[in-house]
């Protein structure tokens, strides 16, 4: 009787919120040449939040890109990038409550402790949720219409206070796929977060056994040598002298490599541009994650280092990535980040 009772009322509130939808949507035609394009965005906001508060994710998208994108409302682009994550399985609720306390208070196991989110088992390198999550990323990167995707950019657009939320809403989604590329590419266990422990008995299905996330041999002599000696040295986690890479991370140049590993370059730095510049919540796991970006910065300038990633650190523009590092010996330089920041972050 109680479980009639329940799927009864859950079939009024979808229903309710339908019908509130449909509402808004009868109010915006109703007006029709008489509203203004702002307002008919105003209505696709309020409509689409209905939509979403019952994960109707495809309907919000519809009724926001019909109502057309202003690079210049910070309300629609939030909601829209809302709306593309929610396709791509990403809920606030579920970040807030079941994957943010997950987060290690130590820097050491920040990045491991990301790929135990309940939404990090990626199984695809073209998995269609990643993709969603990275459009969602990608509208709030680039709000405001500006050419490099920075806070700092982003500022001269937005008042004080809708930059900083847009910030901290990409910042979530940003814990959410990186902890997706680290526990495909890092072959990672989803009960512990340990780089290159992933099996199907704990979680992790791609059937991989890489403990690095690239099989190192950089065409540069100087970069090869201090890459062994890292590896020899047990400093770096699983990646051993005798560990391999991931199965699709092969080969640099090939194309698909380059763009693979271009998106990590890209989402980490605009990850790091953000913790960088953005106040963050009173937490202690926010606290630990800025000892991330203190580290990443000293691993850009450090003086051995500096000259084989100091130019990608700053790096944001996937379009850029894949042109400047798309044939050798610039595709070592990729090698050089992976080495320098993936390995010894998440060790």
């Known amino acids: 009787m109680n479980r009639h009772f329940t799927i009864a009322i859950k079939s009024m509130n979808k229903n309710r919120i339908t019908f509130y939808a449909t509402i808004l949507l009868l109010i915006s035609g109703i007006l029709g040449c008489g509203t203004s394009k702002k307002e008919k965005r105003e209505i696709a906001v309020d409509t689409a939040k209905v939509y979403l508060t019952n994960t109707a994710c495809a309907d919000a998208i519809s009724v926001l890109e019909d109502a057309g994108r202003d690079q210049k ?24 409550g079941v994957n943010l306390p997950k987060i290690s208070v130590t820097q050491e196991q920040i990045f491991g402790s990301l790929t135990m989110f309940s939404t990090s088992g990626m199984i695809d390198p073209e998995d269609a949720d990643y993709n969603d999550l990275l459009l969602a990323i990608n509208i709030l990167a680039y709000a405001g219409d500006v050419s490099a995707p920075t806070v700092a950019a982003r500022a001269e657009v937005f008042s004080a206070n809708e930059a900083g939320d847009i910030n901290l809403q990409n910042l979530y989604m940003l814990f959410t796929i990186l902890g997706k590329y680290l526990f495909y590419y890092g072959n990672s266990d989803p009960s512990t977060g340990t780089k290159g422990g992933g099996t199907a008995a704990n979680g992790n299905p791609n059937g991989f056994s890489n403990g690095c996330f690239y099989d190192y041999n950089p065409s540069n002599a100087t970069l090869k040598a201090l890459i062994d000696v890292a ?63 203190s580290l990443f910065n000293a691993l850009c300038s450090d003086g051995i280092y500096s000259a084989y990633v100091g130019d990608l650190c700053n790096m944001r523009s996937q379009i850029s990535c894949e042109t400047n590092y798309a044939t050798a010996p610039e595709s070592d330089k990729l090698e050089a980040y992976f080495f320098i920041m993936f390995e010894t972050l998440f060790n």
């Open 231 to 293: 590896r020899a040295s047990g400093t770096l986690g699983s990646c051993t002298s005798t560990a391999t890479g991931s199965p699709k991370l092969q080969a640099l140049p090939n194309a698909n490599t380059v763009k693979r590993m271009c998106q990590g370059v890209v989402l980490l730095n605009i990850f790091i541009d953000i913790l960088s510049n953005t106040t963050l919540p009173d937490d202690s796991a926010m606290d630990s994650v800025g000892e991330v970006k």
């Open 73 to 96: 409302d910070a309300k629609y682009l939030q909601t829209l990038a809302s709306a593309y994550a929610c396709r791509g399985g990403y809920s606030a609720l579920t970040f807030y």
